[in-house]
């Protein structure tokens, strides 16, 4: 069985708490693109993981799907598989691309070994491996908070719109992205100010992870100033970086752009 997980973009992110168990109270919208992996699982008679496409870092063992399959087969009596991933999501990106790796892999687990998890339950156990994971079980724009893996539902279609994502060749770690961060209360959420026009987001909706990320990268920080530059409407980092996106009437010519990055026209 194959399936084809998605990338997200986050549109505005706040960080709004520090918790008591390491990790922050946030907010944000999560909104799914058209970047894609593969993903193909097949029964075997041991448990293997390839990959081909980008160079995933970290051991076999370290991998989500992985991960994903040993946490299941604690509940289920799973036969072994082989898991291949052909990894096109650019990693590092704040893409969620690993988690939703993950996400899709509890739910082909789920249909192919006929588990009957509920929506509820697969966002349990997705959750459990990686806060952003459990969004894409559902996988449908949201309005995130706490740990960013509690959802309200939003109504969201930038479909008419032409959303490019630019990734730059540095990588930011979550680590990294949240070093410095100072979390802050927020005046006015996120689940209100996404109802506001797109012309308007620029002075209402921000992402608390540019302030640091921008501070060590100012090639990050150019990337988003050159798409308003190219006529965006609204543009931002996603996640803890490293890509940006950004939202236009039509589509631009960033070909200046094209060179030293990876340019996606979704
Ligand atoms: C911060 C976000 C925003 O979208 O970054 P991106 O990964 O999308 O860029 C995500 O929620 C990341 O989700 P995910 O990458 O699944 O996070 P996890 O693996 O659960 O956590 C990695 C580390 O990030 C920090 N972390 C993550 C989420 C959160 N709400 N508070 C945190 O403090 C913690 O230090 C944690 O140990
Ligand atoms: N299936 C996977 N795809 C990509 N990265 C994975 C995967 N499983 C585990 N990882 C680990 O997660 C890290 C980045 O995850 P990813 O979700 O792509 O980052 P980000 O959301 O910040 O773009 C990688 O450094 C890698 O070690």
Not at 73 to 90: C, E, G, M, R
């Amino acid at each position: 069985m194959i399936l084809f997980p998605n990338a997200k973009i986050n549109i505005g992110l706040n960080i709004t708490e520090r918790r008591p168990d390491g990790y922050h109270n946030l907010e944000t919208i999560f909104y799914p693109i058209d970047i894609k992996d593969a993903l193909e699982v097949v029964k075997s008679d041991k448990l293997s993981f390839t990959s081909t496409g980008l160079e995933i870092p970290g051991l076999m063992e370290d991998n989500l799907c992985v991960k994903g399959y040993h946490m299941l087969k604690q509940d289920y009596d799973l036969p072994p598989v082989s898991i291949h991933l052909h990894k096109h999501i650019p990693i590092g990106a704040g893409l969620g691309g690993g988690s939703s790796d993950a996400a899709f892999f509890i739910r082909l687990m789920n249909d192919k070994f006929k588990l009957g998890l509920s929506v509820d339950e697969m966002t349990d156990y997705a959750r459990r491996l990686g806060a952003d994971c459990a969004f894409f079980i559902e996988n449908k724009p949201v309005f995130a908070f706490e740990r960013g893996d509690e959802f309200e539902s939003i109504k969201l279609d930038l479909s008419a719109y032409k959303i490019v994502l630019v990734m730059p060749p540095v990588h930011v770690s979550t680590g990294e992205a949240f070093r410095g961060i100072k979390p802050t209360p927020v005046k006015d959420s996120l689940f209100d100010l996404i109802n506001e026009p797109i012309a308007d987001w620029k002075k209402l909706i921000k992402n608390d992870f540019e302030q640091t990320v921008f501070k060590n990268h100012a090639e990050i920080r150019g990337i988003k100033a050159a798409l308003y530059e190219a006529g965006a409407i609204y543009s931002s980092m996603s996640g803890t970086g490293a890509s940006v996106f950004g939202i236009f009437a039509e589509t631009p010519d960033l070909k200046f752009l094209e060179e030293e990055n990876q340019v996606f026209y979704l």
